[in-house]
């Protein structure tokens, strides 16, 4: 009898495209071996269709809230083990990273935005990890260096007009805002001024004023797309005093009709804006599912699953102890 010989490709000679759909089933703690066993392997671990997304959103922080600024303490073994986990995936995505994703209770410092937005020059989506200790500068460097940024989520900032000043001056095709925490007129204002052709805004579950709502209708031209789902409305008068707006006026919808898609409650007795009401219209996201704060109306907003680079498993192995 003839020998058997086996006709099938080696490893080392597969074609990339058939080692890119099996690199994408592994996390990053497995891709990081594998993309040192050769030059094609790495290739393939850098892949675009492998990095487009790299959601960061089971990654947080070991913090305790303090009463002095920047009212965090986060634990040293978390700056670090944060820093390894960056290093490694910015080594293998080789710039490849279109869209970003971090947990909003993940305390990055300007550091850790300053090598990522150096190594990622393409991103065009990000959603923001807590603000308390990134400065006014780091975030404004990091904008700089993201000049094709569509989209980003951020948590509410104190001082809003800077932040989007550097977007209208550093990101021409910025279409798209979504804010979570709260909405004033101040920060319609900074919208309006700033970035004056935005398409598309989420107000998700905020606390919104309702001049700035007004502002945003009046004077936003271009906006087609406007979520205030289970947002907590208010009206604050003269001396200060806030009242809660449970209904739209007919003034305010009509405004909206124009737009291509405007989500609200019509009515306030869905479990999200119950539980808008019981935390007085700032939403405590850890007393939630995980996967809550990730939602959005706006199919282009919405984070959907956790993805598979930094999995449950992968959060397991990178944690400290």
């Known amino acids: 009898m003839g020998e058997n010989k086996w006709?099938?490709?080696?490893?080392?000679?597969?074609?990339?495209?058939?080692?890119?759909?099996?690199?994408?089933?592994?996390?990053?703690?497995e891709l990081s071996p594998v993309s040192q066993v050769c030059r094609l392997w790495r290739l393939a671990c850098s892949d675009p269709l492998i990095w487009g997304t790299l959601d960061f959103g089971l990654l947080k922080s070991n913090f305790i809230q303090t009463r002095a600024s920047p009212y965090i303490w986060v634990d040293d073994r978390s700056d670090k083990r944060l820093a390894r986990i960056l290093r490694v995936a910015m080594a293998i995505s080789?710039?490849?990273v279109s869209c970003m994703i971090f947990h909003y209770n993940l305390y990055m410092r300007d550091e850790h935005l300053h090598f990522i937005s150096e190594r990622s020059p393409h991103l065009k989506r990000l959603v923001m990890p807590a603000w308390n200790?990134?400065?006014?500068?780091?975030?404004?460097?990091?904008?700089?260096?993201?000049?094709?940024?569509?989209?980003l989520?951020?948590?509410?900032?104190?001082?809003?007009?800077?932040?989007?000043?550097?977007?209208?001056?550093?990101?021409?095709?910025f279409t798209e805002l979504k804010i979570m925490g709260s909405f004033d007129q101040h920060f319609a204002s900074a919208i309006f001024q700033f970035l004056p052709k935005l398409k598309v805004l989420s107000l998700r579950c905020s606390k919104v004023t309702m001049d700035a709502l007004q502002c945003l209708l009046q004077s936003m031209e271009y906006l087609e797309i406007l979520n205030i789902s289970h947002c907590l409305l208010l009206v604050v008068a003269a001396n200060g005093r806030k009242q809660v707006v449970h209904e739209l006026d007919d003034q305010i919808l009509g405004k909206a009709s124009r737009l291509r898609e405007f989500h609200y409650c019509e009515s306030r007795s869905c479990i999200t804006c119950q539980r808008m009401v019981v935390d007085e219209g700032i939403m405590r996201w850890y007393r939630y599912e995980d996967w809550f704060?990730?939602?959005?109306?706006?199919?282009?907003?919405?984070?959907?699953?956790?993805?598979?680079?930094?999995?449950?498993?992968?959060?397991?192995?990178?944690s400290v102890e």
Request: glycine share 8%.
């Open 153 to 173: 989520t951020m948590r509410t900032i104190g001082q809003p007009p800077y932040i989007m000043e550097e977007i209208g001056r550093s990101c021409k095709n």
């Open 94 to 96: 080789c710039g490849n």
């Open 7 to 29: 006709m099938g490709k080696r490893w080392e000679d597969m074609d990339t495209d058939v080692l890119v759909k099996i690199f994408k089933e592994l996390n990053l703690v």
């Open 293 to 318: 704060w990730r939602r959005d109306e706006v199919r282009s907003l919405d984070l959907q699953d956790y993805g598979k680079l930094f999995d449950a498993g992968c959060e397991r192995l990178t």
């Open 133 to 151: 200790r990134i400065t006014k500068v780091g975030i404004c460097q990091a904008i700089q260096r993201w000049q094709e940024l569509e989209s």
